[in-house]
């Protein structure tokens, strides 16, 4: 057999190098480096492969085109890809004008406003909760408010952002503005209802508009 290898320190050399690419492998099956920083997890953590299928099959959700849904799941798959997130609602959005008695002004949507209203309040979250959107509204051009409501606790989870087309009907284009979920204030007037909060600069006559009826594009993801 050594002398298939010409030699002991060739046969050393080559059971290295079969050593070294049988703990590489290992390491991008179980811990796929780079992966994790593009679609989620933690190289430190229990990952693997398998976690990164297109859609809910894997444990990171995500809708990345190239990337499969079942069967063989290759590193290659994922050269040159970026993370998209997967949609999980979309309607178009009414808003309304309320100047509130000169004690505030809002506009946007409320479910219970009239002159506000969304061609579709019901979606299910990335955990399969099913919520109603019933709030996304700005007030005194100082913070943006969107509020769910289900029949059980919600989490601050399960959605990653929303995006606000201003004035059309569709999600052609880029949006106006992009509503992280980790950048809100979180606040739950019950255990069903969990409603976001984001301080900042949004003009109610950008964010909707000072008249009511309005239409925009809503994107949550």
Known sequence: MIENFNGIFFLVTHILVLIMISF??????????????????????????SHYYKGSNGAFDHATPGIPTSGTLKISDFFGKAFVANTLHSSTMTSYYNTGGGYYIASGYGALTSGSSVGDSTFNLSNGQAVTWSNLYTINSSNMIFTLTSSSNIANSGWTSIKIYLNQSNASGSPDLTLNRTAASTASGSSTTKTWTWSGTYSYSTYFSTTNGAVHFIEIV
Request: proline share 4%; glycine share 12%.
């Open 24 to 49: 590489y492998l290992i390491r991008i099956i179980f811990a796929p480096s780079g992966i994790a920083e593009e679609f989620g997890g933690n190289d430190s953590s229990n990952v693997h492969l």
